[in-house]
């Protein structure tokens, strides 16, 4: 039930699997839409579920420490498990950057981080113009908003990588690897 193995992944593997999996493609897309067409409605919203996201992420990471990677299904070519094993990592670490760099480029550029309205982190105004903000630390808001924006899209290739990955182990091998992750025994 808790532990994975070769044929069953435990549920803790799934469920932290799916949750973040879907909150990340919600936050890429959102984020990407918010900032081409300054929707700034969404910005608390982006902001809340970004905080929320960092709750799974930390059980995740824990998750994986403890229990080590699941095992393949079947034997892979070299390629393949270097292939994903980078691109695994890869994603596991873009789940912490990304709402650590967020959260750092808000609160430093004294923009304020709220989770559903509960305040976190105060807005700065301008005491000459309140309508505006004054940054905490400008230069590391502004390196935390580079690194947000590249590993944002950096993140966006690495799980269209994966998901290709996904669909050929399952319509082209035809193996467990897709069916393992949704629940099934393989
Ligand atoms: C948890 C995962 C998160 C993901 C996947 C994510 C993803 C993104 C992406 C892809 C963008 C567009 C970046 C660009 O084109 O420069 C963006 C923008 C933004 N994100 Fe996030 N984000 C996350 C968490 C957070 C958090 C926790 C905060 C703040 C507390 C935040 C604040 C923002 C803001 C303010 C922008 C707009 C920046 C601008 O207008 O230039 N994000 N996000
Ligand atoms: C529709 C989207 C997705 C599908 C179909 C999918 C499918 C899968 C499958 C089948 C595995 C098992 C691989 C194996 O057994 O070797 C897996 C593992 C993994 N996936 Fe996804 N995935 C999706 C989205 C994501 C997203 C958005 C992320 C992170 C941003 C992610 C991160 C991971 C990680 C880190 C693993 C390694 C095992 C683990 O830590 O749970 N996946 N995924």
Same mark, same amino acid.
């Given at each position: 039930?808790?532990?994975?193995? %070769?044929?069953k992944?435990g549920t803790p593997? *799934?469920?932290l699997?799916w &949750?973040?999996a879907?909150m990340?493609?919600? /936050? ?8 081409q067409?300054?929707a700034?409605?969404l910005?608390?919203w982006?902001?809340s579920f970004?905080?929320l996201i960092?709750l799974f ?6 998750w ?5 990677w699941?095992t393949p299904?079947?034997?892979y070519l070299?390629?393949?498990?270097i292939l %994903? ?6 994603? *596991?670490?873009g789940?912490? &950057?990304?709402p650590v760099s967020?959260?750092m /480029?808000?609160a430093?550029?004294?923009h304020?981080?709220a989770?559903f309205?509960?305040e976190?982190v105060?807005r700065n105004?301008?005491p000459v113009?309140?309508?505006e903000v ?6 590391l ?16 290739a690495c799980v269209?990588?994966?998901?290709a ?11 467990g690897?897709l069916?393992?992750?949704l629940?099934?025994s393989?």
């Open positions: 039930m808790l532990p994975d193995t %070769s044929s992944l593997t *799934i469920a699997h &949750i973040v879907m990340m493609l919600m /936050m890429l897309a959102t984020g990407i839409y918010m900032e067409t300054a700034y409605a910005y608390p982006h902001k970004g905080v960092a992420v930390v059980l995740r990471v824990l994986r420490w403890q229990n080590g699941p299904v079947r034997n070299p390629w393949e498990r %994903s094993g980078i691109i695994h990592y890869l994603l *596991i670490i789940t912490v &950057i990304m967020g959260f /480029m808000s430093l550029g004294g304020g981080v989770l309205g509960l976190l105060a105004p301008d113009n309140p309508q004054l940054p905490l630390h400008a230069p808001a502004g390196i935390a908003h580079t690194v947000h924006g590249l590993a944002g899209y950096g993140l966006v269209l990588l994966h998901i990955g996904a669909l050929k182990h399952h319509i082209l091998d035809k193996d690897t069916r393992r992750m629940g099934a393989v």
